[in-house]
């Protein structure tokens, strides 16, 4: 008999905010931690060794990175979220997807506007840092946005009014308008695609948009989500230059781990690993990695925001 799990059944059909227009929502699953479970045990024949509990069976597939149990259990969602999202969400191929056609149907004016123009960030060339521009010029640049925007749905409209074809009308909308599509993943691919788009380098917005993917994966997998947050999305993966660079390190009396790093050691980690054929990002990366900062994350269903229409 289908398997149905009591805390993802309570939310189905139920929207929840990310950003200022978005949603995200779970449409349907299949499996959970019990068809993990099932799945994986199908290897266990008769003479085999008798099998751990549940929880201690789906926490060592997912450290040990076993991943087919994993694709037992399928996630269905449904998300709005602003067209330069999307472009990211969709770039994880394992997905299945249905967006609504705007060659077909009329685009709602509906623009993602509740972000600040923080300066470039430094350290990471693809990414915001957290200071602010000027407020003046915050206000003047986003009055301009939506002049543009305004402007573009205006012409849209009497487009598709005066019978332009709906694809020829849209093509110059914003990347901000606000688009909508069923998306579904197997757990296994869904973790992958979760621990790339909830890491810090990746764009604040996808990053809330995989925050309440999370919240709702973890209803209907709650053993197999706490063991990839354990395992994975909190995890660091030393390579063996940082292996042989930490061996080093504790070899000279240095206590790394966890440990406020001075100029001067810093300086030698940087001297010593590149002596081992270390780059300079994979250096900075060793110093995150061994700095053990974890980020509070909650991915409790509280964390989210019904949307009550
Ligand atoms: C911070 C960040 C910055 C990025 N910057 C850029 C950028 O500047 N430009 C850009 O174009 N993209 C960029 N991307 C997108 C990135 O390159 C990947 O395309 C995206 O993250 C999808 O991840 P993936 O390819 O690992 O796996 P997915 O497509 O999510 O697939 C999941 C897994 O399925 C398997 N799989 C899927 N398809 C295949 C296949 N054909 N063959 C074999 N195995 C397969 C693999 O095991 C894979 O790990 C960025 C992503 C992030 C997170």
């Known amino acids: 008999m289908r398997k149905v799990i009591t805390e993802a059944e309570s939310v189905l059909g139920v929207k929840y905010r990310v950003l200022d227009h978005g949603h995200v929502g779970l449409v349907d699953y299949m499996g959970g931690d019990e068809a993990i479970d099932n799945f994986a045990r199908v290897s266990y024949g008769e003479g085999t060794r008798k099998t751990s509990e549940r929880a201690g069976l789906i926490r060592y597939l997912v450290r040990k990175r076993h991943s087919s149990p994993l694709e037992s259990t399928e996630l269905a969602f449904n998300i709005a979220c602003p067209i330069h999202v999307a472009r990211q969400i969709v770039r ?3 997905a299945s997807m249905n967006e609504y056609s705007a060659r077909y ?43 543009i925007q305004d402007e573009s749905f205006k012409v849209y409209r009497d487009m598709v009014k005066s019978g332009v074809a709906r694809e020829i009308a849209r093509m110059h909308l914003p990347l901000n308008t606000y688009t909508y599509f069923f998306w ?10 979760l621990s ?43 390579t063996s230059l940082d292996m042989r660079l930490l061996e080093l390190l504790s070899q000279k009396g240095y206590n790394c781990i966890g440990a406020e790093i001075g100029d001067q050691l ?24 061994i700095s053990c900062e974890t980020l509070d994350r909650d991915f409790s269903l509280n964390s989210l925001k019904v949307i009550n229409e």
């Open 196 to 238: 790339l788009r909830l890491d810090l380098h990746a764009q604040y917005e996808v990053r809330q948009f995989a925050h309440a993917i999370g919240c709702l994966t973890r209803l209907v997998a709650p053993i197999a989500f706490d063991a990839f947050v354990d395992y994975e999305l909190d995890s660091v993966r030393m």
């Open 105 to 147: 149907s009329i685009v709602p004016e509906v623009i993602y506007d509740d972000y600040s123009c923080q300066a470039q960030s430094d350290n990471n060339k693809q990414g915001r840092s957290s200071d602010l521009i000027d407020r003046g010029l915050e206000s003047c640049y986003k009055s301009d946005i939506r002049e």
């Open 184 to 193: 579904k993943m197997d757990l296994g691919n869904l973790f992958k695609f």
């Open 266 to 289: 810093k300086e030698f980690i940087q001297t010593e690993g590149k002596a081992f054929g270390m780059g300079k990002r994979e250096i900075a990366e060793f110093l995150e990695k």
């Open 92 to 94: 994880h191929r394992t």
